[in-house]
């Protein structure tokens, strides 16, 4: 019988991702795989994605378009992602080889062993196209009260910039009470700047985005929000696209390092939760995010990556005009089945003349602004 090859998806007991056993490859879906994906989640057509990719250029020139006067927009790209507390342990899918039964049927998949704790926390990371408020940006590590334990992040806090912060919570990830509270820290961390810039947040469609709560925290704090639409991601975020993968190899990189510094081999969780403040904070502080803002439409069309310069022609991408999406365009935009935010909120913040003059399509939303 030839050799089959089979891929066999071995997962921990505890329900966590798929992990690699020894010697094993990881296969990862390209960005045109997850592009066709998006396509048929978000509209059904291939049509689909380059019209949510219009949709949020769109919007986002109309941000820069309506900035205070004065002030250019200053856009910030907000995005989530799992640290495990075993940096040498990495995930996906897996693919072996292996020869059929008799019967043809493939090799049965297998357990992974997993050595170590299979704790992790969630990383808020702001990353910003201006490298020198850059290092204003808070960065927030989120763990369960078994992972973030108090004792381990005070000694961590000693020896991380203060821009790092440490949340204890009942779970890993990200709630709307966590982004409200990180809203608040980063127009904080802005003030010495926000005379010379309007800040807009880029964040994705996660469910924990989708509050109202956000909304009006960031009407409050005076920091506009834009949505990049669902199941576009890996093609329209700048930290998924050229971000995070860098951020993981450093952080492995460095956890090797201290392993190899320890007698037994072992990384303490004060020492873990160090290294992930200070590489985080070093990383995001020396990459230069101007360009990823580019290669996701932030720039000329040669700048676009190379995906999208495929999905989207040049007369197109050239096109795109400065406007607000509409309720049916934001409808489209959002994940199906989610409640989203109401038109409403999600209007800049524009003088008011503007806003009189929006007010056929975005009702209510002096009042909403106002507070009344």
Same mark, same amino acid.
């Given at each position: 019988?030839?050799?089959?090859?089979?891929?066999?998806?071995?997962?921990?007991?505890?329900?966590?991702?798929?992990?690699?056993?020894?010697?094993?490859?990881?296969?990862?879906?390209?960005?045109?795989?997850?592009?066709?994906? @998006?396509?048929?989640?978000?509209?059904? =057509? #291939?049509?689909?994605?380059? +019209?949510?990719?219009?949709?949020?250029?769109?919007?986002?020139?109309?941000? #820069?378009?309506?900035?205070?006067?004065?002030?250019?927009?200053? !856009?910030?790209?907000?995005?989530?992602?799992?640290?495990?507390?075993?940096?040498?342990?990495?995930?996906?899918?897996?693919?072996?080889?292996?020869?059929?039964?008799?019967? @043809?049927?493939?090799?049965?998949?297998?357990?992974?062993?997993?050595?170590?704790?299979?704790?992790?926390?969630?990383?808020?990371?702001?990353?910003?196209?201006?490298?020198?408020?850059?290092?204003?940006?808070?960065?927030?590590?989120?763990?369960?009260?078994?992972?973030?334990?108090?004792?381990?992040?005070?000694?961590?806090?000693?020896?991380?910039?203060?821009?790092?912060?440490?949340?204890?919570?009942?779970? =890993?990830?990200?709630?709307?009470?966590?982004?409200?509270?990180?809203?608040?820290?980063?127009?904080?961390?802005?003030?010495?700047?926000?005379?010379?810039?309007?800040? #807009?947040?880029?964040?994705?469609? #996660?469910?924990?985005?989708?509050?109202?709560?956000?909304?009006?925290?960031?009407?409050?704090?005076?920091?506009?929000?834009?949505?990049?639409?669902?199941?576009?991601?890996?093609?329209?975020?700048?930290?998924?696209?050229?971000?995070?993968?860098?951020?993981?190899?450093?952080?492995?990189?460095?956890?090797?390092?201290?392993?190899?510094?320890?007698?037994?081999?072992?990384?303490?969780?004060?020492?873990?939760?160090?290294?992930?403040?200070?590489?985080?904070?070093?990383?995001?502080? @020396?990459?230069? !995010?101007?360009?990823?803002?580019?290669?996701?439409?932030?720039? +000329?069309?040669?700048?676009?990556?190379?995906?999208?310069?495929?999905?989207?022609?040049?007369?197109?991408?050239?096109?795109?005009?400065?406007?607000?999406? =509409?309720?049916?365009?934001?409808?489209?935009?959002?994940?199906?089945?989610?409640?989203?935010?109401?038109?409403?909120?999600?209007?800049?913040?524009?003088?008011?003349?503007?806003?009189?003059?929006?007010?056929?399509? !975005?009702?209510?939303?002096?009042?909403?602004?106002?507070?009344?």
């Amino acid at each position: 019988m030839a050799p089959a090859r089979a891929r066999i998806f071995a997962r921990s007991r505890s329900g966590g991702h798929p992990r690699r056993p020894q010697g094993a490859l990881i296969l990862r879906p390209t960005p045109a795989a997850r592009l066709r994906a @998006g396509g048929r989640a978000g509209g059904g =057509s #291939a049509a689909a994605p380059p +019209a949510k990719a219009h949709i949020l250029w769109t919007w986002m020139k109309h941000t #820069a378009k309506t900035a205070d006067e004065g002030k250019p927009v200053l !856009w910030i790209n907000l995005d989530e992602t799992c640290v495990p507390y075993n940096l040498a342990d990495p995930i996906g899918l897996v693919a072996h080889g292996g020869r059929a039964s008799s019967s @043809g049927a493939p090799p049965t998949a297998r357990r992974a062993s997993i050595p170590g704790p299979r704790e992790s926390v969630t990383y808020m990371a702001l990353a910003c196209a201006r490298s020198d408020i850059q290092p204003l940006l808070p960065q927030v590590f989120i763990g369960s009260r078994q992972v973030l334990r108090k004792r381990d992040m005070l000694e961590a806090q000693a020896g991380v910039p203060k821009q790092v912060y440490f949340l204890q919570r009942s779970s =890993s990830w990200a709630t709307k009470e966590t982004i409200v509270q990180l809203i608040g820290w980063l127009a904080d961390a802005l003030e010495p700047v926000r005379k010379k810039v309007t800040p #807009a947040l880029l964040l994705d469609c #996660a469910r924990a985005h989708l509050s109202e709560d956000i909304c009006r925290a960031a009407i409050q704090r005076r920091i506009r929000l834009v949505y990049v639409p669902a199941n576009m991601t890996p093609l329209l975020q700048p930290l998924d696209v050229c971000g995070f993968r860098g951020l993981k190899a450093r952080l492995r990189s460095e956890f090797a390092r201290a392993q190899l510094a320890s007698e037994d081999g072992a990384v303490s969780r004060a020492a873990w939760l160090q290294l992930l403040g200070t590489a985080a904070s070093t990383y995001m502080r @020396g990459r230069k !995010w101007a360009k990823s803002f580019e290669t996701v439409g932030q720039g +000329a069309y040669e700048n676009l990556s190379g995906t999208l310069r495929a999905l989207v022609p040049e007369a197109a991408f050239a096109a795109v005009h400065a406007r607000p999406p =509409s309720q049916a365009e934001l409808m489209f935009i959002f994940p199906k089945g989610k409640a989203s935010p109401p038109p409403r909120l999600l209007l800049p913040l524009n003088p008011r003349r503007r806003m009189r003059r929006k007010s056929a399509a !975005w009702p209510h939303i002096e009042r909403e602004i106002d507070g009344t």
